[in-house]
């Protein structure tokens, strides 16, 4: 089950420097405007299996991952902790909340140590009014997240080795073909044991589709795996 309690917050400095203008959504703002919002970010520390938020909690932020990976977990109707997508540097997520219900709508929990950084809701929707672009980026976003989620409760019902091309696919948007998890945390997305992860895994490393590594999966053939998870 998901570690509920809430983790302990280390705060550290309040003007990161550069993390906003290297992220794609907010590369089109001006430079005064970047300095502006660096002023009011701040930066988090929380440990592996921390909560950064919890399902319900007022959303008085949105949330970028600095360093490590943050996972939004929701509790199925099964019972278990259903992971609905995975986030690394310099993602952007707790966003669903941002329109409409302004409580958290999952939970967001650190799946390694990791650095966040915190931005007022009120201070980003400032930012939304006056410059639109940033507002088609987040949209985007948004967009994208909400499909992922949409598309994991959809393979739920699908065989394990569906589920688990899905999960791979899902996170080579977010990672690209190099994608620094491991077999466990695979399972753990795609609602699987650990062991029956590996057989498949097994049987995609001999098609020549994935290889692994310590920490790390890399996707051989992607174009493949898509042809794969369209079988009927």
């Known amino acids: 089950m998901l570690n509920v309690p809430r983790s302990k917050v ?28 660096e002023k009011t970010i701040l930066e988090k520390k929380y440990s592996k299996g921390d909560s950064i938020f919890l399902e319900g909690d007022p959303a008085d932020y949105v949330w970028f991952v600095k360093e490590g990976h943050v996972k939004a977990v929701i509790h199925s109707a099964s019972g278990r902790d259903m992971t609905l997508c995975m986030n690394g540097s310099q993602a952007l997520f ?9 409580t958290y709508a999952c939970n967001g929990v650190a799946e390694t140590d990791v650095t966040i950084l915190a931005y007022p809701i009120r201070e980003f929707f400032g930012l939304l009014d006056r410059y639109p672009a940033l507002s088609r980026a987040v949209v985007e ?22 589920r688990i091309l899905h999960v791979l696919l899902n996170l080579v ?21 650990v062991e029956t992860c590996i057989r498949t895994f097994s049987k995609l490393e001999g098609e020549g589709l994935v290889s692994t590594a310590r920490g790390r999966i890399v996707i051989r053939n992607e174009k493949d795996l898509t042809e794969r998870i369209e079988e009927r």
Do not use: D, W, Y
């Open 173 to 193: 948007e977010e990672f690209g073909t190099t994608i620094p998890l491991t077999r466990r945390e695979i399972a753990e997305m795609a609602g699987t044991t």
């Open 141 to 162: 976003e948004l967009s994208k997240r909400l499909r992922q989620s949409k598309n994991m409760q959809a393979f739920e019902q699908e065989t394990v080795e569906k």
């Open 94 to 102: 707790g966003s669903c909340c941002c329109f409409g219900k302004r």
């Open 10 to 37: 280390h705060p550290t400095s309040a003007e990161p420097k550069g993390l906003l203008a290297s992220m794609e959504i907010f590369r089109r703002l001006p430079v005064e405007a970047l300095r502006e919002a």
